[in-house]
């Protein structure tokens, strides 16, 4: 026989009371052991993998390597690295190109041979050659032509005046320049005078020698001119000292 209607609503309303009571008893309970809730974590939408973990090359480094580290191959240069060669070819000038051209009325500087000079000097220092496009000269120190404070030439001087001569024969030179210098020690007269005597010592060498139709200028400058400083010994020794120079012949 089946239960009356009313009793079996009573067993449901019993049912559900009970499954209410349960509920909230848990949830109580779950609070009591874990009085202080978690917060809550949000996890981000976009890729959960670290930098590089994939793809290393996207590692971030605190300076850039150089070409080749790392295994990685160097990048090739546009010229090897030791400059040898072009790897490119020359870049084409258009010589009608407007920046090329003269204004008008405006014409080129005539052309001139550059002077160049070659220079020779002996181990010691006493005699040096300049040779350039528009003369020669020879700078012999006076230790070597002169006593101290003296203007007549030493018996070694006389080779060496002749090797001057045996060029200025061979250039055909027409005119000669002796020129007489001395240092900055006593008063400039007596340079002045000491310095001209020795010129004139050596101009007298150099005629005895060559064609006497060659002239001669000379001249003493006594400190003028000085090629060193005044302030050494050895910078004093290169000041004394005579020049002889001519035009080279075309």
Do not use: W
Not at 47 to 52: E, F, I, V
Not at 83 to 108: E, H, T, Y
Not at 120 to 128: F, I, K, P, V, Y
Request: hydrophobic share 30%; charged share 30%; net charge negative.
């Amino acid at each position: 026989m089946r239960p009356p209607a009313a009793h079996v609503l009573r067993t449901v309303l019993c049912t559900s009371a009970s499954a209410v009571l349960l509920t909230t008893f848990c949830a109580s309970s779950a609070r009591a052991d874990d009085p202080t809730p978690k917060p809550t974590v949000k996890v981000p939408s976009g890729p959960t993998s670290l930098p590089g973990a994939d793809d290393p090359t996207t590692i971030p480094t605190t300076a850039p390597s150089l070409p080749g580290e790392g295994g990685a191959p160097a990048p090739d240069y546009s010229e090897p690295p030791d400059n040898i060669g072009d790897s490119k070819p020359p870049v084409k000038v258009d010589p009608q190109a407007a920046g090329l051209k003269l204004a008008d009325g405006a014409k080129l500087a005539p052309s001139r041979v550059l002077d160049i000079k070659f220079v020779t000097e002996d181990l010691s220092g006493e005699e040096r050659r300049e040779d350039s496009t528009e003369k020669t000269k020879f700078t012999l120190q006076a230790e070597v032509l002169f006593p101290k404070d003296s203007s007549k030439l030493d018996s070694g001087a006389r080779s060496r005046i002749q090797d001057i001569a045996d060029e200025i024969d061979s250039q055909q030179a027409k005119e000669i320049n002796v020129f007489g210098f001395t240092d900055d020690l006593g008063s400039y007269e007596h340079g002045k005078t000491l310095s001209k005597k020795r010129a004139d010592a050596v101009q007298k060498a150099l005629a005895e020698e060559l064609n006497s139709s060659i002239a001669f200028n000379v001249r003493g400058y006594s400190e003028d001119y000085p090629i060193a400083e005044n302030t050494s010994e050895e910078g004093r020794k290169k000041n004394r000292r005579v020049e002889v120079s001519f035009p080279r012949q075309d």
